[in-house]
């Protein structure tokens, strides 16, 4: 389990990143934590040419007050966001998120911006982040650009981030007061979500998506339509799906995923409710 | 072969408190830095594809896998081993001495990352509940104990009366 | 909760530390880093290998090119089967014994590829990194075709044979016998009942996984080999055979292992290659396994379906049982490996069941390949125990009742099972009582009729089984031990075998300190180095309390003895009238009149003149013990509580209770780590761990991502109940149990779960461990009856 070689260079600016990710081109990728990156590369299915490691760029660890919302440096690691008293207080549902990804080693060393970037369906915090409706800040060679996060997942594992682009933030809306949860069904604590929903409810607004219920995380909007219209927390939860292209592996049938979508849809909403 | 344009980069990282510099390959792991260069094999490599746990250190103050770590990223990092929890003469830590005590270990292959995440955890929350302690165990693998000693010995080490079952009281 | 204390044991050495939690010595330098693995082990001029391996089940090789690997920087050599197989003289194991050439074997695929996995060429390298890198520039031609996987596909009428040149793909079979009286018994029974039952395959998987360091010395012609082992005499035979080399000129080091759970038992081909090359190159070789080898390609267990017939009177007694098994044991399974004689032997466990008919089938498939895994013969149990409920709910009776109706009680003793196995010294009974007892069974009915009624979904299970431990037939039937005191008085005893993680520094230190009245701390225990020990076969089977702390213990009463009889001329006493405790011999009843082990060992080895005539000189004993059974039976009951999620499927364990009697304990801690060890190992086998493979022979669990151990946060914890009944077959009354945990368990979870399911209410819910598909873990193991 050793990887292919590469290049190697640390960069020590966001913009030195950029430079360094446009010189090199297709085959160069960004190095933040390593944590989505490196088992990749260790079962030789990514074999970047050269690593342009970030891990450096401290001045994107941070979480800020920024008025309507949270803003999030892009190197800020899952144990930062599970332990930030300003997002407990204004984005419960994203602190609570990153204290359930993986287990302790990972969320020392792993970054939201890593796993966002990384696109990964079954990941966590794509997901809590979609529904939240948070804002993603894009660097590129031409400055910056914001994209909400319901329209950067694009396919498996592929987002609307062009690849001399680099994520620097994630502005979350502040969300104080309102009804929250996130349902994760797995075998074992530590694992990726077999099905997972992140929910919210205030004032007669919600939002929901979904987590490894198809090649992107899904933004449940048939969910949070039925509940704008009146219908009960059971029979919004009967449309948890769909959105959904749930694919059938070795821990869940099709029927079995779409099953617990409904289930924990349901219990997400009751609990966001209560 | 890995190369820069500014040469192959060197790290400096301190280990145990001493000042180590190398030139690793840029894909050489952390682990196998610690291991090879170093010749630290208490830091142990399990599944390499960060599951088992068994390479924890600390990074920095935190506990994380060595093998999902490349040694260049480790650029400027303190890093403590398992070498680095006990003292020269062979006197155990708290922790060391819990495990011990405990019956928690067997084989002794994972104990050196169960050591340094009981460690952490005990730092971050000196008098942890039963579910605590399993969450903060949940990113290293045993395959002898059934958990069932090390769970005791964090309860020890956290200074909790535990019943010859591993109930604290 | 212990029952029965042993007695202390007369004239054979006080129990100072024999049943005391005595803290492991072994600790020390394992929790600090300083324990010596194999992969730990470096020598000057080391090279690296790595193994190109079949990423297809089963094909024809058409060509294999090195070249380009063999042309990368670093590269010392690329190997393949066309260098090594014509190398290998014979390829038995002493477990075997001669004639065990006759399984399939090669180091290196050469014509053909016959599981995933398959190793094709070894690189050897200046680091692991380069010989990884030149795996990836051989290119290996294959033609696939469709492989064999599944039993069933294994016996299909047309299915090809996974090892040419055999007639069909059974790899052993014990034919159905013809039983006039048995049919007689189903013909008239009140009740049959039959039921099939699967077991997914599952794993070993030991944190370390296989790793050696083979050392070939052309100007000595000498071979020396670190390996992660659990016997090294056994690879020190088998690498002498195999490569002609005679065994006194090779030394096998086995130094800490990190588990083995039965996967190191035997050498696997691979680790031959790594012999091979380094002995063609004459440079030292490290191969260390890396985790998705092991997954892969390190030798896989369980994978077996048996269906069985129990013929049930109008009491509830059961008159007879018929089982039919069938194991799946892949391509190249290790020695010893199919288990289907001693599931047969077995099957009536721990209840009186009169006759039993048995037939199963080994079967060869294009997967990798069966070891023996802790408790190999444990579907009997697996099987049985899942039947005892699933009879009881067609019955409508309770589980446990059916059990107390059928178990062989204490006052049944000594009692002979249907297949002729003798129980003598065991409390079955006494242990299904302890342990429905520790978990207060008839309050749990009463809690989970009131959890119902809310909607909740709890269960209990239970799983009582008879172990046979410290076998002893074969190369097994032995160990030996050469304990001597040193001319300071300190104590070494060196042991055939060695541990593998079940502390034998401790336990036999223990053993040995009591019998020689030392204190602990003076004995030091020497293992797993064949140029200082004597032969052993290694650790397995539950062996190493019984026989090898037997060989502990009688060479340690050899050396007692003569310690005391030179006490005896020295103090001018009689031998049977001195005591010998903590160092020192005294004469009963004048504590002043004695004298100290150090200075019997000083005239012992110092001042031969003061020996009695004629003896001769030194403390020391060499000592080869056989125990007088061939089984040593202890048995346990283990009870299951479990909460399923009616909804979605999910388990969850919420107690487990183990009723252990595994005669005098040694060290308790080390008796209950070894029964948690195996517990969760079962937990894990029934509830998160499979090795599953699609129909083209992709295994699909090759990294710790797909095969799900247990962690921390999965399991219980595990209450313990202790009886202790005495072995008769051993001087220490002890019992092995070192597989227990791993064969009680299964069963405990499954019935547990089916206990739980909404449908047990009306009494007609089954139970049976399937295959799992894609569906609720619950339903999974839960299923309703017709």
Not at chain 2, 54 to 59: D, H, L, R
Request: hydrophobic share 40%; glycine share 10%; charged share 20%.
């Amino acid at each position: 389990m050793i990887p292919a070689a590469f290049d190697y260079k640390r960069a020590s600016s966001a913009a030195e990143a950029i430079s360094l990710i446009g010189e090199y081109g297709e085959d160069a990728k960004f190095l933040a934590g390593g944590h989505s990156l490196l088992p990749l590369m260790k079962l030789r299915l990514a074999q970047p040419t050269v690593l342009v490691d970030i891990g450096k760029l401290t001045d994107l660890s941070y979480i800020r007050d920024a008025g309507d919302h949270i803003a999030v440096g892009a190197l800020t690691r899952h144990r930062d966001v599970e332990t930030s008293d300003l997002l407990k207080q204004h984005a419960p549902l994203l602190a609570h998120t990153a204290g359930e990804v993986g287990d302790p080693q990972v969320r020392h060393r792993g970054t939201i911006g890593g796993s966002i970037a990384h696109a990964d369906p079954a990941s966590d915090l794509p997901a809590t982040t979609l529904a939240l409706g948070a804002t993603y800040v894009l660097q590129g060679p031409n400055g910056t650009r914001e994209i909400a996060a319901a329209d950067f997942y694009q396919g498996f594992l592929t987002s609307a981030m062009a690849a001399d682009e680099l994520l620097t933030e994630i502005k979350v809306p502040k969300m104080d007061g309102a009804g929250w949860s996130f349902q994760k069904f797995n075998r074992r604590a530590q694992d990726w979500a077999i099905v997972g929903v992140a929910a919210w409810r205030r004032n007669g607004d919600s939002g929901v998506a979904l987590v490894n219920m198809g090649n992107t995380p899904i933004l449940a909007t048939s969910v949070t339509t039925a509940l704008s219209g009146g219908a009960s927390i059971a029979e919004a939860a009967e449309q948890a799906v769909a959105e959904a292209e749930p694919q059938a592996d070795l821990n869940a049938s099709i029927e079995y995923r779409t099953h617990l979508a409904k289930v924990l849809v349901r219990r997400a909403l009751e609990a966001a409710s209560s | 072969m890995a190369d820069t344009t500014v040469g192959i980069p060197t790290v400096s990282v301190t280990v145990n408190g001493v000042l180590r510099r190398g030139t690793p390959e840029p894909r050489k792991t952390l682990a196998d830095f610690l291991r090879d260069d170093c010749e630290l094999t208490g830091t142990h490599l399990g599944c390499e594809h960060g599951v088992c746990g068994a390479c924890t250190i600390f990074m920095d103050g935190e506990a994380v896998r060595s093998c999902l770590v490349f040694a260049v990223q480790a650029e400027g990092a303190d890093i403590t081993t398992i070498e680095g929890l006990s003292a020269p003469d062979g006197t155990l830590s708290v922790v060391q001495k819990a495990m011990n005590e405990a019956h928690g270990l067997q084989c002794g292959f994972c104990t050196p990352g169960f050591v340094v995440s009981i460690t952490a955890l005990l730092r971050d929350n000196p008098d942890p509940s039963d579910e605590e302690i399993r969450q903060g165990l949940s990113g290293n693998l045993c395959r002898c104990t059934g958990y069932q000693g090390i769970i005791k010995a964090v309860k020890i080490a956290a200074g909790q009366s535990v019943d010859a079952n591993g109930k604290a009281h | 909760m212990t029952d029965t204390l042993a007695a202390p044991t007369a004239n054979t050495g006080g129990a100072r530390f024999v049943g005391q939690r005595v803290q492991r010595r072994e600790d020390l330098r394992l929790v600090t880093g300083h324990g010596r693995y194999t992969d730990d082990v470096v020598v000057p001029g080391m090279l690296h290998a790595a193994f190109l391996r079949s990423d297809i089940a089963r094909g024809v090789i058409n060509s294999i090119d090195v070249s380009a690997a063999r042309q990368l920087d670093g590269v010392v050599a690329v190997f393949t089967g066309a260098d090594f197989n014509a190398e290998i003289r014979e390829h038995w194991v002493d477990f075997e014994g001669p004639g065990g050439d006759a399984s399939p074997f090669r180091v290196l695929a050469d014509t053909d590829v016959r599981f995933a996995g398959d190793p094709i060429a070894v690189v050897i390298a200046t680091s692991r990194y380069i010989a990884e890198d030149a795996c990836e520039l051989i290119e290996v031609d294959i033609e696939p075709s469709t492989p064999v996987i599944g039993a069933d596909a294994a016996l299909a009428a047309d299915a090809p044979v996974v090892h040419a040149g055999r007639a069909d793909n059974i790899a052993g079979a014990i034919p159905a016998a013809a039983d006039p009286v048995l049919d007689e018994i189903f013909a008239n029974a009140a009740h049959v009942i039959t039921e099939t039952i699967d077991q997914n395959r599952y794993l070993c998987v030991p944190m370390e996984t296989r790793g050696i360091v083979s050392q070939w010395d052309p100007f000595n012609q000498e071979l020396t080999v670190h390996i992660s082992t659990q016997g090294p005499h056994g690879v020190r035979a088998y690498i002498g055979r195999a490569l002609g080399i005679p065994e006194n000129r090779i030394r096998v080091i086995m130094k800490d292992v990190g588990g083995g759970f039965g996967q190191k038992m035997f050498m696997i081909p691979d680790e031959v290659a790594v012999v091979l090359a380094g002995k063609r190159l004459g440079r030292p070789v490290k191969w260390i396994e890396d985790r998705r080898e092991n997954l892969m390609s390190g030798l896989h267990a369980r994978d077996d379906r048996m269906t069985v017939s129990f013929a049930v009177d109008d009491t509830f007694h059961i008159l007879g049982v018929k089982c039919d098994l069938i194991e799946d044991v892949g391509s190249f399974n290790a020695a010893g490996s199919s288990s289907i004689g001693f599931v047969g032997l077995l099957f009536p466990g721990p209840y009186k069941i009169p006759r039993v008919g048995f037939s199963a089938k080994a079967v060869f498939t294009n997967t990798c390949g069966r070891c023996s895994y802790r408790g190999p013969w444990m579907m009997e149990t697996a099987a049985r125990e899942q039947m005892m409920d699933i009879a009881a709910r067609r019955l409508g009776i309770d589980p446990l009742e059916f059990r107390r109706i059928n178990v062989i009680t204490s006052a049944e003793l000594p009692y002979t099972t249907a297949a002729g196995l003798v129980y003598d010294a065991v409390s079955i009974d006494g242990s299904l009582e302890q342990a429905v007892s520790m978990v207060g069974y008839e309050a749990f009915r009463a809690e989970q009729a009131a959890a119902r009624a809310q909607g909740r979904f709890i269960g209990l299970g239970l799983g009582l089984y008879v172990e046979p431990s410290g076998i002893a037939m074969g190369n097994m039937s032995s160990e030996a031990a050469i304990v001597s005191i040193s001319v300071n008085g300190d104590v070494t005893a060196v042991m055939s075998s060695g541990s593998h993680g079940q502390s034998l520094e401790t336990t036999v230190a223990q053993v040995v300190a009591d019998r020689l009245g030392v204190d602990f701390e003076r004995v030091t225990v020497v293992q797993g180095d064949t140029a200082a020990t004597p032969f052993g076969p290694g650790t397995g089977g539950s062996r190493s309390a019984v026989i090898l702390n037997g060989a502990a213990s009688q060479a340690s009463g050899d050396v007692r003895t003569k310690m005391l009889e030179i006490a005896a001329h020295v103090l001018e006493a009689a031998t049977d009238d001195l005591e010998l405790e903590a160092g020192n011999i005294s004469v009963r009843g004048t504590p002043s009149k004695g004298i100290s082990v150090t200075e019997v060992a000083r005239i012992a080895y110092l001042r031969p003149q003061e020996l009695p005539p004629g003896m001769s000189l030194g403390l020391e004993s060499h000592a080869r013990y056989t125990p007088n059974a061939p089984f040593t039976f202890s048995n346990s009951c283990h009870a299951c509580v479990v909460e399923v999620d009616a909804v979605t499927g999910g388990v969850k364990v919420l107690r487990f209770i183990v009723s252990e009697d595994c005669g005098v304990m040694i060290n308790p801690d080390v008796v209950e780590g070894q029964i948690a060890g195996g517990v969760v190992q079962g937990i894990g086998g029934v509830l998160y761990e499979e090795m599953a493979y699609d129909m083209s022979g992709n295994p699909m669990n090759t990294t710790f991502v797909d095969y799900l151990l247990p962690t921390a946060t999965e399991v219980p914890i595990i209450e313990y109940g202790h009886i202790e009944t005495r072995s008769s077959t051993n001087p220490g009354g002890f019992k092995g149990m070192g597989e227990g945990g791993a064969i009680g368990s299964p069963p405990a979870v499954i019935n547990a779960v089916a206990d739980a399911s909404p449908t047990s209410s009306t009494g007609r819910s089954s139970s049976r461990c399937r295959r799992r598909t894609s569906a609720p873990p619950s339903t999974l193991l839960a299923d309703p009856a017709e």
